[in-house]
């Protein structure tokens, strides 16, 4: 058939759906409501899955290589003789100063990867005390040039900046939750102390703001050689984060340093899988609610075209003795299903547009803060929300329009004449 | 003699427990520039007949030579095809889409055939309401029009591909006396003057009067044909 005759098809599709206004305006809304919540929906879901994704990736380096090992290097006694006759037990351990032995190649290695970054530093507990109080904090000793390179604690900070640590003598940086624990601010000097060491005093040059996904409370940041001073640990390093330039590359990285190196290298992939998985569930979740709501805006559609359908028996007969083939009956019918979902869906983007915009300017007290909804706008979700909607529409009037194919003509004149 | 349809022990039966036969070896040609009508009580298979002339049924036996060329056992879409080029039907109810203008029925077999620009599918459409003596009424709907109106624009409409053969079922069987004339005397029109076969289902006998052969049908068979023209 050429294209006039395909449009001649479609006016006369046009014709019919104009015939029956309010079934048409019916199911043009079932497919608009449709479309429309699934893009304001899926926004949601998606804008605030990257935004936690991206907390997720940016709260701590993208790897992190700690001074554990996955399974323990063997005792000198079982290496001498693991292969003897009879098991040895019970002998004296060699105890091993913890730490990651080496760690200047490693952070050789890893800054020679392309994009990356490490920062080495050095974990520890100490409790800080002021009066009679007393609070478990875990440290981190790090060098601030380099690890506000590589993390966003600069973001995090309430006041006072990471590079502090650097110009104060026992500069410490802690979470604001802990300090009001504590009963500090900042300037104020509290007492650190290990189980090892005698107490020494610690300034407060800076407050981490609460209710951050990744950092615990009990957190807080000293320089590197503070943190191997304090923990009594000179020249030792337990862990070394890496920031990456494409943190999609972080489990790739970790793994190659881990093979290489011996030492636990922890994407932020494998640290977050529980996350991840989760993540998969909601978007599963969605994906079904919204494929419901098509499903019931198709149902909409195939009423529509159905009784169009039985409706016109009677003009299906004359255009077959005029000329017009089954397809061609099939077709007219099939266009309406498809107009009526073009109709709906244009409507639907309209809807989740100014959805979108309601969203957007809503804002909603989270952790005492308030923060606007993350929404992800791409068109990605638009070409979805049409695509499938198309689909649903053929397939919804296909079914009714087969069966107009199939009127015989004969039995329609027959009946009328 | 100049055929343009041949029907050869043509036959129609309904399948089932028990067959029902419609029509049964009918032997049957038509001319061009010439007004056939069939005749007989009512169901004696003249429709039936009709519409396996006009193929819109398939016959069960015998063949159908349309322009030479054996129809039975060609596809549906080439079958449609030929119908949209070849002929053109006329029913006793009308039959017009109830949505579309007078003028935008006569256009439908064109604009689905889409073998005219617009313009001269528009052109057309108001000529041949025109040869209808329907001018002014290009743009009501068929239930602004009245009934012999209607049957006029239903001629019109299958005249609109310059069909070789137009066929009728009681197009006149719906209208006043007036009404049934001016019908009658445009398909007279249409064979004489411009060479088309024309073949009628009709149970007015005035009408098979005036027609050039009558076919007589009883129990789905030929009984009589009959040439009314002068001299021959």
Known sequence: MNLRGISFLVSIAVRHLARRKRQTAVAVSGVAVGVGFFLAVSAMMIGSQNDFVEQLIEAAPHVIISDELRSPSPQPGTRRFGEGAVDLRGYKVRTEVRGIKGWQGIVEAANAVPGALASPSLTGGVTLRLGGHEEALAIVGVDPEVETKISTIEDQLRVGRLRDLETVQGGIIIGEELAARLGVKMGDIVAASTSSSKARSMRIVGLLKKGQAMISSNSGYVLLREAQSLLGRPFIINRIGIHLDDPYAAQEVAARLEQRFGYKAESWQERSSEFLSLLVTRNVIMYSVVSAILLVASFGIYTVVSTSVSDKRRDIAILRSIGFSERDLQLIFVLEGIMLAAIGVIFGWMLGYVLMEILASLSFPIAGEDQSVPLDRSTRQYVIAAASSFIAGSVAAWLPARKAARVDPVDILRGAA | ?232
Do not use: W
Request: hydrophobic share 40%; proline share 4%; aromatic share 4%.
């Open chain 2, 1 to 232: 003699m100049n055929p343009i349809l041949e029907a050869h022990g043509l036959g129609r039966t309904l399948a089932g427990e028990r067959p029902v036969v419609l029509v049964h070896d009918v032997d049957l040609t038509i001319e061009r520039g010439c007004f056939t009508t069939i005749v007989g009580p009512s169901g004696c298979g003249k429709s039936s007949l009709l519409y396996l002339l006009g193929m819109l049924d398939r016959p069960t036996a015998g063949s159908l030579l349309f322009e030479g060329r054996d129809m039975s056992g060609l596809s549906g879409d080439v079958l449609a095809q030929t119908r949209l080029a070849r002929l053109g039907f006329v029913f006793q109810f009308h039959f017009l889409l109830p949505e579309f203008s007078a003028l935008e029925n006569v256009m439908i077999p064109m604009r689905r055939r889409g073998r005219l620009a617009p313009d001269e599918v528009r052109a057309r459409g108001f000529a041949l309401l025109a040869e209808m003596g329907l001018e002014g009424k290009e743009r009501k709907t068929p239930d602004k029009l009245s009934g012999g109106e209607r049957q006029r624009v239903a001629i019109a409409r299958a005249l609109a591909n310059d069909p070789a053969l137009v066929l009728g079922d009681e197009p006149t069987g719906n209208l006043d006396s007036v009404s049934s004339a001016r019908v009658v005397e445009a398909l007279r029109r249409l064979a004489h003057e411009e060479g088309r076969a024309v073949v009628c289902v009709t149970h007015d006998l005035d009408i098979a009067a005036l027609s050039d052969v009558r076919v007589e049908m009883l129990d789905g068979r030929v009984e009589k044909v009959t040439d009314q023209r002068a001299g021959r």
